[in-house]
C-alpha cells in the first residue's frame, strides 16, 4: 500500500525463498488495499437479502398497513358501510396482487336472510346487533363477533328544502312526505326509537312519534335508498346515519342534527361466517378493519371509531 515500509529480506536467503517470500508480502498489500477503512459485512446484509423496509408511522398509508391475504374473501355488509369497504377492499387488493374482495351490500335483514338460506360468504358486517345474534341463532356465524365501529342517526332534506323543514318538530307538520327505511332495517328501528325518545321530552309532546309517522309515505329496505329518493327530491325528509352523507350526496342534501339525547348510537358487529371458503381471508380481514388504517378509513368516511 503507498506509504507503507516493507520489511527487506536478509541477506542469506536464498533466490527460492526470497521470490516466495515477496510473493506471500504482495498478497498481504493486495488483501489490505481491498480491505482498507472497509466495515465488515455479513452475507444476509447483501441488498438483494435486505427485507423491504416497512413504516409504523401514524400516517402510514392503508396499502402499508394491509394483511397478507390470499384468495378470494367474500363480505356481506350492511349497506352503510360500501363506501369504507371499498376503500378498505382496494387497499387489499393492492397491497396483494391476485387477492379479491368481493362485496355483497344490503340491509343487514337481509343479509342475514341470504346466509340461513345457505348464501356463501366469510365475513357479515352488521349495522346493529339484533341481526347479528338473529344470525348467531340461525348457526351461520363462527366465533364471538367483535363491534368494529359506531354510527349516529341525522335527519336529511333536499337542498331546495321546499317543505321548509329546519328542526326535528317541522317533520310532523301535515303533508310532509317522510321516507324511512323498514322497521327490521337497522336505520329503520333506530330512528322509531329516537322517535320514542322525542315523544318522552314536553318539549315536543308525548304524540311526536304518533305525528310523524303519519308522514311516513315510503319504507325502504336499506338506507342508501332512502338518501337517494331524498337526493332527488322524491321526498321532503328522511332519516339515514350521519356516515351517509358522502361527499358525493353532500351537495345535495341539507343535515338537520338529532341532538345526543335523542339519538341512537348503533354499534356495528362483525364475525367470520360458519364453513366460510376463505376462513383465513376472513380473519384478515376482521383484522384489518379493526386496525388503525381500518378505523381511520371508517373515520374517514363519517363512523365513529371504537375506542382503543
Not at 503507498?2 to 520489511?7: A, D, E, L, Q
Not at 481491498?34 to 438483494?48: E, H, N
Not at 340461513?116 to 349495522?127: E, H, I, P, T, Y
Not at 345526543?260 to 361466517?273: G, H, K, W
Request: proline share 6%.
Amino acid at each position: 500500500m503507498p506509504g507503507m515500509r516493507w520489511p527487506q529480506p536478509g541477506l542469506g536467503l536464498n533466490r527460492s525463498l526470497h521470490a516466495t517470500l515477496l510473493a506471500i508480502l504482495t498478497l498481504v498489500a493486495l488483501l489490505l488495499a481491498a480491505c482498507g477503512g472497509t466495515p465488515t459485512t455479513t452475507p444476509d446484509s447483501s441488498p438483494s437479502m435486505a427485507a423491504p423496509a416497512t413504516s409504523t408511522a401514524a400516517g402510514a398509508s392503508p396499502v402499508a398497513a394491509a394483511p397478507t391475504i390470499d384468495g378470494t374473501v367474500t363480505v356481506f355488509a350492511a349497506a352503510s358501510l360500501t363506501d369504507a369497504f371499498n376503500e378498505m377492499g382496494k387497499a387489499l387488493e393492492t397491497a396483494n396482487p391476485g387477492t379479491k374482495l368481493a362485496f355483497n351490500f344490503a340491509g343487514s335483514q337481509k343479509l342475514r336472510t341470504q346466509l340461513q338460506q345457505g348464501a356463501k360468504a366469510d365475513v357479515f358486517a352488521s349495522a346493529d346487533e339484533k341481526q347479528m345474534q338473529g344470525a348467531q341463532e340461525d348457526g351461520t356465524i363462527a366465533g364471538d363477533p367483535k363491534i368494529f365501529v359506531h354510527n349516529k342517526l341525522v335527519v336529511i332534506v333536499p337542498a331546495q328544502n321546499k317543505a321548509g323543514i329546519n328542526d326535528l318538530k317541522d317533520l310532523t307538520k301535515p303533508g310532509i312526505k317522510l321516507i324511512l327505511a323498514q322497521k327490521d332495517v337497522p336505520v329503520g328501528n333506530y330512528s322509531r326509537q329516537s322517535f320514542d325518545k322525542l315523544s318522552q321530552d314536553p318539549a315536543y309532546g308525548s304524540d311526536f312519534a304518533t305525528k310523524v309517522l303519519a308522514n311516513l309515505v315510503s319504507e325502504e329496505t336499506n338506507v342508501k335508498s332512502v338518501v337517494s329518493k331524498v337526493q332527488l327530491g322524491e321526498a321532503d325528509a328522511g332519516i339515514v346515519y350521519s356516515s351517509d352523507v358522502t361527499p358525493s350526496v353532500r351537495d345535495a342534501v341539507k343535515i338537520i342534527d338529532i341532538p345526543d339525547q335523542f339519538n341512537v348510537l348503533a354499534n356495528y358487529p362483525i364475525a367470520t361466517v360458519k364453513d366460510g371458503q376463505n376462513a383465513s381471508g376472513g380473519k384478515a380481514f376482521i383484522d384489518y378493519v379493526l386496525s388503525p388504517a381500518g378505523q381511520e378509513t371508517l373515520k374517514k368516511w363519517g363512523f365513529i371509531p371504537v375506542s382503543g
